[in-house]
C-alpha cells in the first residue's frame, strides 16, 4: 500500500512516498523513510501524527495515510501569549 512520510523544520522539508506492507505501523514508516529526511532530523516516536491528528507510533497505517513528524516546542504555548500580550 502506498503512504507518505512528512517533516518540515529548520533542517528541511519533505514529502516522501512509500510503499509499505499492509499492517505496518506509523513508525516503521518513519524508520523507512529516514534516509530520504534531511540531515539532523530526530524522529521521536511519541510525536507522530496521521493527516494532523496525534497518533500512537504503533498505529497501523491504511493506505494513502499520511505520517507527519513533529517537532518539539521551542517555546511554551502560554508563555507564547504571554510575550504577545506584553508586546514583546
Request: hydrophobic residues 45%.
Amino acid at each position: 500500500m502506498n503512504v507518505e512520510v512528512a517533516y518540515a523544520g529548520p533542517e528541511g522539508q519533505a514529502v516522501l512516498s512509500l510503499r509499505v506492507p499492509a499492517g505496518c505501523t506509523a513508525w516503521e514508516a518513519v524508520e523507512l523513510a529516514r534516509p530520504g529526511l534531511p540531515a539532523g532530523v530526530e524522529a521521536d516516536p511519541g510525536r507522530l501524527g496521521v493527516f494532523a491528528t496525534k497518533v500512537a507510533a504503533d498505529r497501523v497505517l491504511e493506505a494513502g495515510d499520511r505520517v507527519e513528524i513533529y517537532r518539539p516546542l521551542t517555546l511554551d504555548p502560554m508563555e507564547a501569549r504571554r510575550r504577545r500580550a506584553s508586546g514583546r
